[in-house]
């Protein structure tokens, strides 16, 4: 495949006649030594300063620790990298940014295009459990045999994608996503799917990009959820399971998101080159954000893949541009509900333990809604979370593909 895509970005072309850009083949090469170095030397507390909290006013000091010592003892970053390395892996430059990506191809003639777009504090490995099952022929429930061309891009900012201008918005991001998609690799239309930040790049796409944009699968939109208070308004009456979901809403914690949006400098400094301070500060949130039964089945969201996430911010010093998306988008989240301009199919699926919460109806007011699915297992990062669930979700963007 690798082979096959060089000689064709040699020529200048891709498969449809499309023009490419200049497509580096990219290879993960990163030296965690200081990284393990720093881990050994970091003293935690020996004990909570105010026992019996628990979690309850941040990272367990017992989990923590924990982490802590699994990374110095059984994680292997030369084997993590090695995994990842399985996958093709490309970087080209648009907008004078560099964009790195994994392209796996299916190799069917009818495959679908689609884009996978992480979040903080995601990245694309977050996306690796999907890569083989998408790009496998399966069917639907509805019986409609599909596969996909699988495109998993960083978005810019984070692990090899490099750091975006301070006014940079994910407008703009989502303005070099569909470059990326079309102009470099050659798609004349693709689906798009988003997680967290990923979700508010793949609706602007959406929106934006309607006539390369066929389909959108989502697990968040850039909507402000309603309040307990608004649903009278609207005639929505929760049943149990959304009355569940809307509580994990209410008790959410933005404390975070407050401090990542005024002051990204100050927390990317502190946590700069200290490893175990931004295991801390990222593992609270894999931890808390996903569902309790995480890293039993169907679940891989084990410590170990905090772990190699956490690796993947510290070892590419990407920690403080990530937390800058926060600055850079501090409105994102729309308080007014609009209608994309599209007629495009977009599909929705909501996760029990997500923290995000918006109900059927609330969502088909934002875009043509043909499914929407709700999960009882899985939390914030489902393609870790519950991948099986994830990928027969999105696999049903082929029993409305119409190009």
Same mark, same amino acid.
């Given at each position: ?136 022929? @399966? ?52 689906? @798009? ?211």
């Amino acid at each position: 495949m690798k082979a096959t895509y060089l000689l064709q970005s040699f020529l200048g072309v891709l498969p449809g006649g499309a023009a490419c850009a200049s497509v580096t083949n990219f290879t993960i090469n990163l030296n965690a030594s200081r990284m393990l170095q720093l881990i050994s030397l970091t003293e935690l507390p020996a004990q909570e300063e105010y026992p019996g909290l628990g979690a309850s006013l941040g990272i367990d000091l017992n989990v923590l620790k924990s982490l802590q010592h699994q990374w110095t003892t059984n994680f292997s970053w030369p084997a993590e990298q090695a995994a990842l390395n399985k996958y093709p892996q490309y970087t080209t430059t648009i907008e004078g940014l560099k964009v790195h990506f994994i392209h796996q191809k299916s190799g069917e003639p009818d495959a679908i295009p689609v884009i996978l777009n992480h979040g903080w504090p995601g990245s694309f490995a977050e996306y690796v459990p999907l890569i083989d099952p998408l790009t496998t022929v @399966a069917t639907t429930s509805n019986g409609t045999a599909v596969s996909f061309d699988v495109v998993v891009p960083s978005l810019p900012g984070y692990a090899f994608s490099s750091a975006p201008p301070a006014n940079w918005t994910l407008d703009d991001t989502a303005r070099i996503f569909n470059t990326l998609m079309t102009e470099v690799l050659g798609y004349n239309t693709y689906a @798009a799917h988003g997680n967290d930040w990923g979700s508010t790049v793949a609706y602007s796409m959406y929106d934006q990009f309607n006539t390369t944009v066929r389909a959108v699968h989502l697990l968040g939109i850039p909507f402000l959820p309603l309040s307990p208070e608004q649903f009278p308004d609207y005639n929505i009456t929760l049943n149990e399971d959304e009355q569940f979901q809307e509580s994990l809403v209410l008790a959410f914690d933005a404390g975070y998101s407050l401090e990542q949006t005024n002051k990204p400098n100050t927390i990317g400094l502190a946590l700069y080159d200290n490893p175990v301070g931004q295991l801390a500060w990222m593992g609270e949130k894999w931890i808390n954000w996903s569902d309790p039964r995480a890293g039993t089945p169907p679940s891989v969201l084990t410590h170990n893949e905090i772990l190699r996430e956490v690796s993947l911010y510290y070892l590419t010093k990407s920690f403080v541009s990530s937390v800058f998306t926060y600055a850079q988008n501090s409105g994102a989240l729309k308080s007014t509900y609009s209608k994309a301009r599209t007629d495009a199919p977009m599909l929705f699926s909501s996760f029990k333990w997500s923290g995000a919460f918006w109900t059927e109806e609330v969502v088909s007011w934002v875009g043509n809604l043909v499914s929407y699915v709700y999960h009882d297992f899985g939390g914030h990062f489902p393609a870790l979370d519950n991948p099986p669930a994830l990928v027969d979700d999105i696999r049903q963007i082929a029993d409305y593909w119409t190009t």
